[in-house]
């Protein structure tokens, strides 16, 4: 009991505020990690990964018409890939916890509620702990399988760093049994396209994170999966309190504005990933032997997410996943086609001009519509500053204080 005791109290005093401790789950996911293993990066690995993004940047030249996005190159390992990424997590996770740890406190009975007085936020502390511990797992689970920064299709690390995880990519490269060299530089292909995308899109980075929130402030608590998970807390076994498992307390509403948000959740994502994809596979067709099996090693990888990809879609309720990438790469081919790389790129200077979810059904329909908008569209400056802009979840609106009207995003 007095163990038990300790850990209670070591969660309860551990620093954070907010509906996750977050302090707690950087020192979780970390802890997983040493246990792991979180090999350091070499020097031999820093330089390979930054002239893998520099010819990565010179190939992806002729195949896009957004300039590069890269202003730093870097390597990191497991760890760095937490802490550097770990402020987007807590902007797209605190929604979403708030609502279980606000839950948490509603399984006491009213009348006992009184009795309770200031120790009813210890309910809250624990909920905050209980899911930061959680979180942290699940961070540290995924911090050893993705390969960059941008893997995932989410803008999680600084704005214009390209980032590789040469431990992870080492790995991979073995499981499908191609040189590593290989593996590296289509990794840098696709991080490399990605700050493209995110860097000269003004508006994308918010749209993406926001739509995110959108689906996530949808997300039902499933009050009985709580109760049941602290009703497996027993005080004579300690180990009870690192057991309890959160995944499956966070149900998707069944309602129209929920499954719109996730509808346009799932374009965005599918945008994203079907333009790299097709953007990459063009700009490494003729340079890299094993490009065709590469491209679809990663559009399987991404369409089916990994073991941590799973897990923490089930701890938190979203699921990262562009279902449609096929269909999306596809509708790229087609503007590629019908419109040139600079009519097709066009498209990223509007939210309204991109494909909707409809579209994907008849790629060569859209593509040839609109032609001669277009075709006005071409000289669109991506370098330029203006254009839409969406704020981030929590980032204040700039745009009074802009006379620009916009600007690449912090």
């Known amino acids: 009991m007095q163990q038990f005791m300790s850990q209670l109290q070591h969660l309860l005093s551990a620093p954070g505020s907010g509906p996750v401790n977050w302090d707690l789950a950087r020192q979780v996911a970390a802890s997983q990690l040493a246990a792991a293993g979180d090999p350091a990066v070499s020097p031999y690995e820093r330089n390979a990964v930054e002239e893998a993004l520099r010819i990565a940047d010179l190939w992806l030249e002729p195949a896009s018409a957004l300039p590069s996005g890269i202003k730093t190159t870097v390597a990191w390992n497991r ?6 990424t770990l402020d987007v997590w807590r902007k797209l996770c605190d929604p979403v916890a708030s609502r279980m740890v606000g839950a948490m406190g509603d399984l006491v009975p009213p009348e006992a509620r009184a009795q309770l007085g200031p120790m009813q936020s210890m309910v809250a502390t624990l909920g905050g702990a209980l899911f930061g511990g959680q979180l942290g797992q699940a961070l540290g689970s995924l911090a050893a ?23 992870n990519i080492r790995g991979y490269g073995e499981g499908l049994e191609l040189p590593e060299d290989e593996v590296r530089l289509y990794v840098a292909l696709r991080e490399a396209a990605h700050q493209r995308l995110f860097e000269h899109v003004p508006w994308l980075r918010g749209h993406v994170l926001n739509a995110v929130e959108t689906y996530a402030a949808g997300i039902r608590v499933n009050r009985e999966a709580i109760e049941e998970a602290m009703g497996r807390v027993d005080p004579t076994d300690p180990e009870s309190m690192q057991a309890i498992a959160l995944e499956g307390i966070f149900t998707p509403e069944d309602s129209p504005a929920q499954k719109a948000s996730l509808a346009r959740l799932e374009t965005a994502l599918a945008l994203v990933e079907g333009w790299v994809c097709h953007v990459v596979d063009g700009a490494a067709a003729g340079r890299l032997p094993n490009v065709v099996a590469l491209g679809e090693a990663f559009r399987r990888r991404r369409a089916a997410g990994g073991p941590a990809e799973q897990t923490f879609a089930a701890l938190v309720g979203l699921e990262l996943r562009p279902r449609r990438l096929r269909e999306a790469a596809a509708l790229w081919a087609a503007l590629t086609e ?3 790389i600079a009519g097709r790129d066009a498209l990223w200077g509007h939210p309204d001009l991109l494909p909707s979810d409809d579209d994907f059904a008849d790629p060569v329909a859209f593509a040839m519509a609109d032609v001669d908008l277009m075709t006005e569209l071409e000289n669109f400056d991506f370098t330029a500053p203006g254009g839409p802009e969406e704020k981030s979840p929590g980032e204040q609106d700039r745009r009074d204080d802009d006379p620009k009207g916009g600007g690449a995003p912090s």
Do not use: C, M, Q, Y
Not at 150 to 163: M, N, R, S, W
């Open 79 to 84: 760890n760095e890939w937490i802490f550097k």
């Open 145 to 167: 399988e993705v390969l960059s920064v941008g893997d995932i299709g989410l803008p999680l690390g600084p704005a214009g760093t390209a980032a590789l995880i040469p431990a």
């Open 338 to 340: 019908h419109r040139g």
